[in-house]
């Protein structure tokens, strides 16, 4: 059985909470073909080490893309009957934060992209603001542009899915029987 999927889906949760595993359910259970837009670079051996470990964790049949700078550029060329995971948000806007962009644009280049890409979107962010407030600018900038970021992704969506501890909690929207 093959479920649909509003145009956006938005996964969130901290980090380990199973907001990936989550996103790649619900994209496999589309039986669409399944495209994986990656936003991480590997910057050291620990995050070579992860992005190997998400690719296993993932399995095979999975057209994956790179795309830790350009997502507008990802998305365009995605075909109309594929389905996309992106993964994920929190990576990509460090990236460009990183890169001195201005992140507003970005984040509305982003929104936009979204709204015009050709097939269902799932996109995995993290919540970062459960925390304690961080203790230098940069991080603090980085929480509030995330968090901003995040209600934007969730007014666009048309599910909401939270990840705790590995279990959904739907914000928005419902869940399409069978898609767990």
């Given amino acids: 059985m093959s479920i649909a999927l509003p145009p956006l889906t938005l996964v969130l949760g901290g980090a380990r909470s199973g907001k990936s595993g989550l996103a790649e359910r619900l994209v496999s259970a589309t039986g669409r073909p399944r495209i994986y837009i990656a936003t991480a670079e590997a910057w050291d051996d620990e995050m070579r080490d992860r992005i190997a470990a998400h690719r ?17 550029g ?12 992106l993964d994920c948000a929190t990576l990509w806007l460090t990236n460009r934060m990183l890169a001195d962009a201005d992140l507003v644009a970005e984040g509305a280049g982003l929104l ?28 603090r900038r980085f ?26 909690l739907v914000l928005k929207g419902a869940l399409p029987p069978g898609a767990l």
């Fill in 56 to 72: 296993s964790d993932r399995g095979g049949g999975w057209d994956t893309r790179e795309a830790p700078h350009d997502l507008a």
């Fill in 143 to 168: 929480r509030d542009v995330q968090g901003r970021l995040n209600q934007q992704l969730a007014g666009q969506a048309g599910l909401v899915v939270a990840v705790m501890a590995g279990l959904p």
């Fill in 112 to 139: 936009a992209a979204l709204a015009g890409c050709a097939a269902p979107v799932v996109v995995v962010s993290n919540e970062v603001g459960w925390s304690i407030v961080p203790e230098n600018a940069l991080a």
């Fill in 74 to 85: 990802a998305l365009v060329q995605v075909p109309a009957g594929a389905v996309v995971l």
